[in-house]
């Protein structure tokens, strides 16, 4: 397939006004035909844009790359005119809660909505989608629904980003309420706790068992070394990743002697710096940091502009009943128990963060999605602009968003970068995301096709069920481009 793509496209190069009409075309090919035509093209493996792209797609996969002018549209193929736009690989949210929309006081929320999360995820995963993210990394929740909520998404009865998943996550004990923090035995169902090697190795096994993605620990400074080692031995033998949280080098020792995929939460705490020693173990051991900087910045933001909490996405998106509560829960946000002490502990974020990307440790982009004032619809977005505040490239930005989380779920293979074979998970945005990071804010996020479907875009009703989410007729085809691909019926392709 892709020897005759090639072949097909040296025969069509150095004419433009051959791009739809020469002879050595696609025939024959099953239904199912997409090609992205026009628009910059940001591929994911940090090169110069692509100008005047064009990306042709035959059921979940990608099948070539080019150009106008060098690449023919198949007969019949559905068209998508991007020209103005920017096409890039679909996001991928590294740490995200889909149990939780936003919600300001767990002790309150976690009680309330017993019962309810698969209803509630699945609103949290249309979010995510809808915002551009075709992957996201779901890090604590209830086992049995994570798992179906998965796998409704896989089986195309429900429309989200494709998820991994860790299920509940495995700790020595629950804190001890002592009237100032949360009540975490609200959360009991969330957070499983381990009693001795044995218990740590039942656990383990019970979630891999139950099917899960990625195994998630914290504490770890207080779970023993036995405790640690035979969790990470089950996830080994199972061929599964780590995600905890380590702050101090104690425990960023132990995380290295787990051989754990990533640390989450990186960049928190109120030490100025990172000691060289947690360094130097995060990088030698090739741990990718997860750094939430929007869990950790996300009370300045809204200080700065209270009016987001207003934004009416929430409220379309969420049952009235939850969106009044939820709205309700933050009216008094400065004075919530989740972010005391934030502005100390939010100082030396940006510094720390920095610290990490310049010292080589691989970060990607993991917001936190669904905790207090956190929303699914912006988080990843949110994130991308902080990291481009704090000094990194954005072209670097946009492979801690696509690149690096597939390398770190041994998934490169499928996703990350728009090249032939890869699943097709695309996202076409108005704006350049190389110069503002708004440009992938809900609104501008135009077209979403995640493993070669679209869900989102002109005519596409984001409401109906997955399987009814195929795009209809009236996107133009291949035939209403009969002389040149830039001459496809723009109006069809704008919102």
């Not at 890039?88 to 939780?100: F, K, R, S, T």
């Not at 946000?333 to 100390?344: I, V």
């Not at 954005?394 to 998934?411: D, G």
């Amino acid at each position: 397939m892709k020897g005759y793509l090639r072949a097909c496209a040296l025969l069509g190069m150095g004419t433009v006004a051959l791009v739809s009409s020469f002879p050595c075309s696609l025939e024959g090919q099953a239904p199912g035909q997409l090609a992205i035509v026009g628009g910059m093209l940001i591929d994911g493996q940090e090169g110069v844009p692509i100008q005047n792209s064009v990306i042709l797609v035959e059921g979940d996969r990608i099948t070539h790359v080019g150009t106008v002018s060098d690449t023919g549209i198949p007969p019949g193929a559905r068209v998508i005119d991007a020209n103005g736009l920017t096409v890039m690989p679909g996001l991928n949210e590294a740490h995200a809660h889909l149990i939780v929309v936003g919600h300001g006081v767990y002790d309150e929320y976690f009680p309330r909505y017993m019962g309810r999360w698969r209803e509630i995820m699945e609103i949290s995963a249309r979010q995510l989608l809808m915002a551009g993210v075709t992957t996201a990394r779901d890090l604590g929740a209830p086992l049995e629904d994570a798992i179906w909520v998965r796998d409704e998404i896989n089986s195309g009865r429900m429309v989200g980003p494709r998820l991994f998943v860790s299920g509940p996550f495995l700790q020595k004990s629950l804190p001890v309420p002592r009237g100032t923090g949360y009540d975490y035995r609200t959360q009991a169902f969330v957070r499983w706790t381990v009693d001795g090697p044995e218990d740590a190795t039942r656990k383990a096994r019970q979630l891999i068992d139950a099917g899960v993605d990625v195994i998630k620990v914290i504490q770890l400074g207080q779970l023993t070394r036995a405790e640690r080692m035979a969790i990470a031995g089950e996830a080994h033998r199972a061929g599964l990743h780590m995600a905890v949280h380590a702050g101090s080098v104690g425990e960023v020792r132990a995380a290295a002697e787990m051989g754990v995929g990533s640390i989450e939460h990186m960049g928190g705490g109120r030490n100025p710096l990172y000691p060289e020693e947690s360094l130097r173990l995060i990088a030698e051991n090739r741990i990718v940091a997860s750094v939430t900087s929007l869990v950790s910045k996300v009370y300045d933001i809204t200080t700065e502009y209270p009016e987001r909490l207003d934004n009416q996405q929430l409220k379309s998106d969420l049952p009235s009943d939850i969106y009044e509560d939820v709205r309700g829960s933050l009216d008094h946000f400065s004075r919530l128990n989740y972010f005391s002490g934030a502005k100390d502990a939010n100082r030396h974020h940006p510094a720390k963060v920095r610290q990490l990307y310049e010292n080589g440790v691989r970060l990607v982009i993991g917001t936190d999605s669904g905790t207090p004032m956190n929303f699914h619809y912006e988080s990843t977005w949110q994130e991308m602009d902080l990291f481009v505040r704090y000094g990194i490239p954005p072209i670097k930005v946009i492979s801690m968003a696509t690149r690096y989380p597939a390398l770190l779920y041994s998934e490169f293979d499928d996703l990350g970068t728009i090249e032939p074979d890869k699943l097709a998970d695309i996202i076409v945005v108005n704006g350049n995301p190389l110069r503002n990071m708004s440009a992938l804010q809900q609104n501008n996020v135009i077209h979403v096709i995640k493993g070669g479907v679209q869900y989102k875009g002109p005519g596409i009703d984001p409401t109906r069920p997955v399987s009814d989410a195929t795009p209809r007729r009236d996107h133009p085809t291949s035939a209403d481009c009969a002389v040149d691909a830039r001459s496809c019926t723009r109006a069809q392709s704008r919102p």
